[in-house]
């Protein structure tokens, strides 16, 4: 099982409207795409998730929404401005621009060996804000939303009288100007995260670290469905650590194009609120930060124990939505070798992830009371508001199977002649392909315990 080559993936989520590539009429936007009928509802069931393990069944995390426009001071403190650069090359015989990092002595395009010197390139996407050409009146497009968050560490702190440890979690868009955005959705220039800050007491960030990085392999593999044998961790050697982090272990993915990052969990100390704050003499940072005469807010945390402000280590959690879900497409992708060279394509989708949960098919599809009775099921279980279901009768029921089973729907409800005598209907399942029949009053009550 398992997706063997990008191209599969990206055929699949083209044909069937997963993903489309950005602007396609007018030629494309190289790392910009769009996600389709189908791959809006995988990508928010992906986040939905997230939000539902970290925030609701978790009694130390609260959720933050904030804006991808922040001052721009933002990314002075916070170090982006001078740290967040990637090296690039050119080539000098094809013009060619890469990522030194990313290209083994010669021109990938060209092949010649003729290149520059690596130059520094910041990321961040400058933006206008307002409508005079001030030279001064620029911002970025967020590159993490992690940013918005420690600015506001002192408002839910205040608003919500958290004591130490206590996450806040968001989940957005952030932008990166990627000098070589490549391989489908997993090198983009528009992006989205899922992040957690999870601030602890100065000592025990070590153990909270670790902590997470279980709970975070956990989630993709039992919650999500990755292989475990398919997810590893890559402990950061210290000369490639970003500028705030003390500590990083990179969770690993077995992606067509080979083992890389699906999410990063890093150790970020009080780096971040240490450089975002007001009066920093007046607390005891571990973190080597630029003086901050701009913050108004001393974002530090009273310590009842002993009556001293202390600014929290925070240890942060950090996914890629659009990664997460190349990675949960490429483990559910299984192409069948059938008879007669005929192949069946399944997505072993978990089925709080698919799309679609109930397709519902009439056997035939001029008959009035079968095309009558299978709208009616399918409305039914429509309207209960848990289970998004559809109806199709464009073509022969073997057909419309392996529609569904291409993309991912765990469960087809047939309707046929049986159907209007006793009233049961097959349900077959995607997975194992067996059939049973079930009362039509049944369910409900039978797909929400199996959608779970
Ligand atoms: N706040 C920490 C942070 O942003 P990062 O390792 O740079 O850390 C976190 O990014 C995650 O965001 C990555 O593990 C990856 O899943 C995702 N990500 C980063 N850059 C990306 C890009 N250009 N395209 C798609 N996903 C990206």
Redesign the pocket.
Known sequence: MAAQTMDQLVSLCKRRGFIFPGSEIYGGLQ?AFDYGPLGVELKNNLKQLWWRTNVYERDDMEGLDAAILMNKLTWRYSGHEETFVDPMVDCRHCKGRFRADHIKGKCPNCGSTDLTEPRPFNMMFKTQIGPLPDPESYSYLR????QGIFVNFKNVLDSTNRKLPFGIAQIGK?F?N?IT?RNF?????E?E?M?IEYFVRPGDDEAAHKQWVETRVNWWVNTCGLDRADVEEYHVPAGEL?HYSKA?V??MFRFPIGME????I?NRTDFDLGSHTADQEKLKLTAKVAPNPDSIARLSYFDHTTNQHIVPFVI?P???V???TLAVLTSAYEEQQLDKGDVRTVLHLKPALAPIKVAVLPLKKNHDGIVGLAKNIKRTLQASGEMRSVYDDTAAIGKLYRRQDEVGTPFCVTVDFQSLEDQTVTVRDRDTMAQERIAVPDLQPYFRERLR
Do not use: C
Request: proline letters at 6%.
């Open positions: 790392g590159p993490e939303t992690a952030a990166r990627e955005p959705i997993f090198r983009v220039r992006l995260q992040e970003a990083t990179d969770l990052e699906l999410e990063g890093a942060e950090s996914a890629g659009d990664r997460g």
